[in-house]
């Protein structure tokens, strides 16, 4: 088991910018690559950003060269460096931790961007 929370969320003015940290503890040793996706009221979830052990990194279109994902794995931490904040990024963000046989998933953190 894989136990997953965010933190970092809040509001923002459109061109600001935000941090999500998620802190993963149990079964960490089984996890393979983790990241963050999106839920807009009214959407369907999507997929934001993902890093893998190995440090690679994929980003969905929306958010290329705005947002950042890392990890520290001294901490079992994943962050998302989000930039130039946009109203249409307003969401739920939530933290999704993969292993060979499953995801996990975090509570979620609202991300409101308005000015």
């Known amino acids: 088991q894989v136990q997953l929370v965010e933190s970092g969320g809040g509001l923002v003015q459109p061109g600001g910018s935000l941090r999500l940290s998620c802190v993963a503890s149990?079964?960490?040793?089984?996890?393979?690559?983790m990241g963050w996706y999106r839920q807009a009221p009214g959407k369907q979830r999507e997929l934001v950003a993902v890093?893998?052990?190995?440090?690679?990194?994929n980003y969905a279109d929306f958010v290329k060269g705005r947002f950042a994902i890392s990890r520290d794995v001294t901490k079992n931490t994943v962050y998302l460096q989000m930039n130039s904040l946009r109203p249409e990024d307003t969401a739920v963000y939530s933290c999704?931790?993969?292993?060979?046989?499953?995801?996990?998933w975090g509570q979620g953190t609202q991300v409101t961007v308005s000015s």
């Open positions: 890093i893998t052990n190995g440090g690679r990194t």
């Open positions: 999704t931790a993969h292993t060979l046989s499953r995801a996990y």
């Open positions: 149990g079964s960490i040793e089984s996890i393979t690559a």
